[in-house]
Every structure is written in structure tokens, then in C-alpha cells.
């Protein structure tokens, strides 16, 4: 068949009232229309910048673990809403800040203290401050652990007249940061003998895709969650406490089995952060193991429309 729009095509005569011409000017009005659709969806296509480099896309749900030194702040985003996990030492409070402000942050949903060490809650205070959130959470606390110092009543005062919601929470409790499910694994009572193993635990869920943020939690916490047996699986594992070896015991592990891990600490810190033996520890379970103190801030991200996940590092 010869196709209708070819040059000699324009040689035949036309007849007014043929059937035959109506049916070609049918088929040409179909033949333009379908152009039209190919030229939009090229247009389209063409329009769609595809992710050579694999850092310019972004997925809708990405994990930031900020470098600020020694110490603990993670930005959480999903479906453009935000969660900020902890904020340094005070002296990390500039630092995050620009972060939240580089990244486009306006508002935050959530912002949740895993326990009140200075190295978790010292920068809070500015970050209520100049992002009052709709959410303060924190780890419900034996009374005799609570600091006396003037980090945590800093943190008080902001969160206390921040005009947030401002709750103390433990294991089952459970909220939404966008499209994310965040259930609390962590503290499972206010037993706690030690400020570390008060740490709220968090596992939050994006489509089929897993992160637990384990603040400072030590053996006897990682043990109680263990004989409470919370699924514990995620696809990334926030290391718990800097990468100390009194965190993250083999038996954890074995439950969390992550296939990305990220320690956030200081290079040439005082502690020895992270520990060799957590690290032995760690790769028995992957080689996709991540520090800030060597690559800067660290971000991971999905996109659940493809499965996709990868980490994103500053150096
Ligand atoms: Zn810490």
C-alpha cells in the first residue's frame, strides 16, 4: 500500500462527493492527528533528562546523614515532606542549617531527638529555632537519666515554646512523614540504665524500601528489641552509636542484615569511632559500608517507580 501523503499522491484527481475522497481525507485527518501525538511524545521524551551521571536524578525519598562532625543529624525526606533526625553538637548548628537551606527544606514535619547527648541534641535548639516543626519527638526517659545541663535546657525551652507537638515516644508507637511509615522499635521501656539505650529507635518504611536509625543504642537495648522480636530487616542501617563496638552485635546485625551502612563520625575522633571490630562486624553483612568522616555528607536514596536504590557520597 502506498502511504497517503507522498508526493504522488497530490497528482490524483479529485472528485467532489467520491467516497473514495472522503475516505483519504479521513485517513489524512487520522495520519496528522497521529503525527501530532508523535511530535508531543517526542517533544516529551526529549524533554526527559535521563540519569547519566547517577547523581542528578532525585528520588522521591532520600536519606541524608549530615557530616557534622562527631556526632548525629539525618534528614529524612519523602514526597517532599522532612524529618530531621537529631542536630549535632551545637557547634554543628551552621552546618545543618545550610544543609536544610542547600537542599530546598522550608518546612520540617518532623524533628525527633533520639536521646539527650550533646552530640544529638546540641544544635536543636537553632534548628526549632529558625524551622519550627509541626512535630518535636523524643524517647520516653527515666527520670534519674535526664541531663542536667545547659545543652538539654536550651533544648527544653526552644522545643517547649516551638508551638509543636511535642511528645515523648517508645516501641509501637508509630507516625507518617509523607508517604513514609515510621514505626518507633525503640526504647522499649524507661528502664533504661544508660542514657545510650534510651535511644529512640526508628524504622521507617518507603514502598518496599527499609532504613532503622538506631541513635546511640547499645548491647542490653539491641538485646531487648532482639526478645521483643520487632522485624528488625532494613535496607539501610544508620550504625548505632558512631560505630562504637559496644554497639551492633553480631545477633543485631544478623536481624537487620543491612545492605547499606553509614557511621557518622568524626575523622581522628577521641573514641576511636568506628571501632574495627564493628566494622569486621558490618561485613559480614556488606561491603557497602560508609563513613562521613571520609566521604562528607552521605546521602541514600530510592525511587520505588524502578526499585532503585543508591548511595550518593560529598568526596
Ligand atoms: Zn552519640
Known amino acids: ?3 497517503l501523503g507522498q508526493p504522488n499522491r497530490q497528482k490524483l484527481p479529485k472528485i467532489p462527493g467520491d467516497p473514495k475522497s472522503k475516505n483519504i481525507i479521513i485517513y489524512a485527518v487520522v495520519v496528522a492527528l497521529l503525527m501530532v501525538v ?6 516529551l521524551h526529549m524533554e ?5 551521571d547517577g547523581k542528578t536524578a532525585e528520588a522521591p525519598f532520600r536519606v541524608h546523614v549530615i557530616d557534622v562532625g562527631q556526632g548525629d543529624s539525618i534528614l529524612v525526606e519523602a514526597d517532599g515532606h522532612a524529618m530531621l533526625i537529631d542536630a549535632g553538637e551545637p557547634s554543628a548548628a551552621p552546618k545543618i542549617l545550610q544543609y536544610l537551606q ?9 524533628i525527633a531527638a533520639t536521646h539527650f547527648h550533646s552530640d544529638h541534641i546540641g544544635g536543636m535548639a537553632e534548628v526549632i529555632k529558625a524551622y519550627p516543626p509541626k512535630n518535636i519527638v523524643e524517647p520516653v526517659c527515666p527520670d534519674e537519666l535526664l541531663p542536667v545541663t545547659s545543652i538539654y535546657e536550651r533544648y527544653l525551652d526552644a522545643a517547649g515554646n516551638s508551638g509543636a507537638r511535642y511528645r515523648a515516644l517508645q516501641a509501637g ?8 511509615r515510621i514505626t518507633v522499635v525503640g526504647p522499649v521501656s524507661a528502664e533504661a ?6 535511644s529512640l529507635v526508628l524504622r521507617v518504611q518507603y514502598g518496599d524500601c527499609t532504613c532503622l536509625f538506631t541513635g546511640d543504642m547499645a548491647f542490653a537495648e539491641e538485646e531487648t528489641l532482639l526478645s521483643r522480636k520487632f522485624d528488625l530487616h532494613a535496607d539501610f542501617l544508620k550504625v548505632g552509636h558512631h560505630g562504637s563496638s559496644t554497639s551492633s552485635s553480631e545477633a543485631f546485625l544478623a536481624a537487620v542484615d543491612p545492605d ?11 573514641y576511636g569511632h568506628p571501632h574495627k571490630e564493628t566494622l569486621e562486624r558490618l561485613k559480614v553483612h556488606t561491603d557497602k559500608i560508609y563513613v562521613t568522616a571520609e566521604k562528607g555528607d552521605i546521602v541514600f536514596q530510592y525511587d520505588p517507580s524502578t526499585g532503585k536504590r543508591r548511595i550518593v557520597t560529598g568526596k
Not at 542547600?102 to 518532623?110: A, V
Not at 508507637?173 to 513514609?180: Q, Y
Request: charged share 35%; proline share 2%; net charge neutral.
Open 1 to 3: 500500500m502506498t502511504l
Open 38 to 43: 508523535a511530535l508531543i511524545s517526542g517533544k
Open 48 to 52: 526527559y533528562k535521563p540519569d547519566t
Open 102 to 110: 542547600d537542599k530546598g527544606i522550608t518546612k520540617l514535619d518532623y
Open 173 to 180: 508507637d508509630r507516625f507518617k512523614v509523607g508517604n513514609a
Open 193 to 198: 540504665e544508660d542514657l545510650n539505650n534510651t
Open 260 to 270: 547499606y551502612a553509614v557511621i557518622s563520625c568524626k575523622k581522628d575522633n577521641d
